[in-house]
């Protein structure tokens, strides 16, 4: 037994703790490394150099001027950027209710419907194809010109209808309508998911102490997926705040107040007149406003958000 205890080879001592952590510790600082880099680069960086830049005067090529609190007095005495906040807060009040509200309909309908995959992913294709794309297929639908698809179908009706393109008035309903479909996939998607969360218990308890259906979605349903209203309704009001890219490609809001966006405003600011300084001072306005709002639904959601507990 002595011979055979001998002969055994000895094993390894396990590393201290201290140096597998200091290892581990390395590992993940490498890991890391990329993603921070891209962090700071493409986000902290800039953020911190569009609020420096907010306080400057800078064309983008001379030397930079500190102007202090110029730019924002400037910024809040302009008429374009009065109608520009105007406009983004008229869009998110036409397109917000009536969108999620259709959205929340169609899911509820779809909830109870066989194939329910093929809908969803029906509805979802507009959010998934090219902002551009779906601009530049509105354009020709909604142009009041010879190639309106819209227009030319109920001219042979004998029906004129306005110049949804043109007129300052119109072009924001056909901004607010191209607005809702092509967002109106993403909710009804969200809201599919709250609705089937639900268990179908309450649904069924409800149903035999005799409520009708109008009352079921009044009192279970609304109550129960109120977390899911509360986040899309976050996340519309900052994409309406937001809005660019489609107004941008449907209409030129340089020749149209109607369509004109504080997005648009910062764009024009910066690119086409080349005053950085206030086009940065214009998105920094851009996001108080978004933190205000965000902050005051937060406030409101104890009044209609009920969590489980």
Not at 31 to 53: D, E, K, R, Y
Not at 66 to 71: A, K, L, Q, T
Not at 261 to 266: A, C, F, N, P
């Amino acid at each position: 037994m002595a011979v055979l205890a001998k002969s055994r080879p000895r094993q390894a001592a396990p590393a201290p703790v201290s140096k597998i952590r200091h290892r581990d510790g390395w590992w993940a600082a490498f890991f890391l490394a990329p993603q921070v880099a891209g962090l700071f680069v493409f986000l902290i960086f800039p953020l911190g150099f569009a609020v420096a830049l907010a306080f400057m005067k800078w064309d983008g090529l001379g030397d930079k001027s500190w102007v202090g609190f110029d730019n924002f007095t400037t910024m809040l005495a302009d008429q374009d950027f009065g109608i520009a906040i105007w406009n983004t807060f008229k869009l998110a009040l036409m397109t917000i209710p009536v969108g999620l509200g259709l959205a929340l309909v169609i899911a509820v309908a779809l909830n109870t419907v066989k194939g329910k995959g093929f809908y969803r992913v029906l509805y979802f294709l507009p959010v998934v194809t090219s902002s551009v794309a779906v601009a530049l297929m509105w354009q020709v639908i909604l142009a009041s010109g010879d190639y309106g698809i819209l227009n030319n179908t109920f001219l042979k009706w004998g029906i004129t209808l306005p110049a949804w393109l043109e007129d300052p008035v119109w072009v924001q309903v056909a901004i607010a309508v191209v607005t809702i479909w092509s967002s109106l996939g993403l909710n009804v998607v969200i809201f599919l998911a709250g609705l089937q969360t639900i268990p179908p218990q309450l649904v069924e308890a409800a149903r035999i102490d005799g409520a009708s259906p109008v009352r079921i979605f009044r009192s279970v349903t609304l109550p129960l997926i109120s977390p899911t209203i509360f986040f899309t309704l976050i996340v519309s009001l900052i994409s309406s705040l937001q809005a660019f890219d489609q107004i941008y490609v449907l209409v030129d809001p340089q020749h149209n107040d109607g369509a004109r966006t504080i997005v648009y405003q910062v764009y024009e600011l910066g690119f086409k007149k080349f005053e950085f300084g206030l086009s940065s001072a214009a998105a920094l306005i851009l996001l108080v406003l978004t933190l205000v709002v965000t902050l005051v639904q937060f406030g409101a959601q104890k009044r209609f958000v009920h969590y489980d507990s």
